[in-house]
């Protein structure tokens, strides 16, 4: 089996249930050897009208929140490290991640800590938006990370993250499911009208149409999951006709998934990554998701 590249983890804590959940999510799953992290604190912006002894007194909680996430990771990564930074969250976020080249960014949904804002679901969705790396988004960390559910339509971005979970250690007990929903084209209600004969074509055409659309769909998660299995991945197929996000959630919880894996919708210019309603939806819903540029 070749040998798999050390991935570069970024992981950002306000010490909050959200962050705790996403730190213990990402000391789950199965990196390959040598992998480094890395956690941030930001702290700027905050109370800016507050007295000095106020000021100083977040400020020194923030110090606490590094201190705490500094004991945590070292218990599973003793050379990892954790740096407070004055900047706003999202900008700290981004800045350290690229200045770590990180292949991923780690954080929590949703805080309800003293630093609330700092995870607040607009800040998790800002960074999955702008990252340049795929972003872990946790809101509740699963028991362990095994099970992993992957929308797979053969788009470059699906092909991307099935990339990231084969660049994942294998191990024993983990396995991937490749689901591809297929969105059915319907007869419309329009065709009523028209002579029986003729609507009895149109339903046929429509049925070897959604047949071929299946078969294709098929045929594209086979594919993928061969492709796992040749890194070491016990794979499996799900094809599901219907809408593309609840599908997929019903998928999760039918497979018992610890972690939704998606392709996030990509775009050229400024902004370097649109989030699409699947990825946004499964944000809202999901409790851990991983969007993959």
Known sequence: MAVRKPHRILIASDGSRAAQAALETAVKLPWPASSRLLGVVARSGWMPFASDD??????????????AARSALARSWPQSSVVVVDAPPVEAILAEAQRFDASVIVLGWRGHGVFRRLLAGSVSRSVAT??????????????????FV????????????????????????????????????????????????????????????????????????????????????????????GAPLASLLKAVAEHRGDLLVLGARATSGVERALLGSVATGALNSSRAVLLVP
Do not use: Y
Not at 54 to 67: D, H, M, Y
Not at 130 to 147: F, H, S
């Open 130 to 147: 702008r990252a340049r790396c795929p972003v872990l988004v946790v809101r509740e960390a699963p028991r362990a990370v095994r099970r």
């Open 150 to 241: 992957l929308g797979f339509d053969g788009c470059p971005n699906a092909e991307h993250a099935l990339d990231f979970l084969g660049s994942l250690e294998p191990g024993r007990g983990r396995r991937v499911v490749l689901v591809n929903v297929v969105e059915a084209v319907i007869v419309p209600a329009s065709v009523r009208q028209l002579p029986a004969s003729m609507r009895a074509q149109i339903r046929g055409e429509v049925a070897a149409q959604n047949q071929e659309r299946l078969r294709q769909a098929q045929a594209t998660v086979e594919a993928g999951a061969a492709r796992l299995e040749r890194c070491g991945w016990k794979a499996q197929c799900d094809v599901r006709v």
């Open 54 to 67: 106020t000021r100083a007194a977040v400020e020194a909680s923030f110090e606490e929140v590094g201190a």
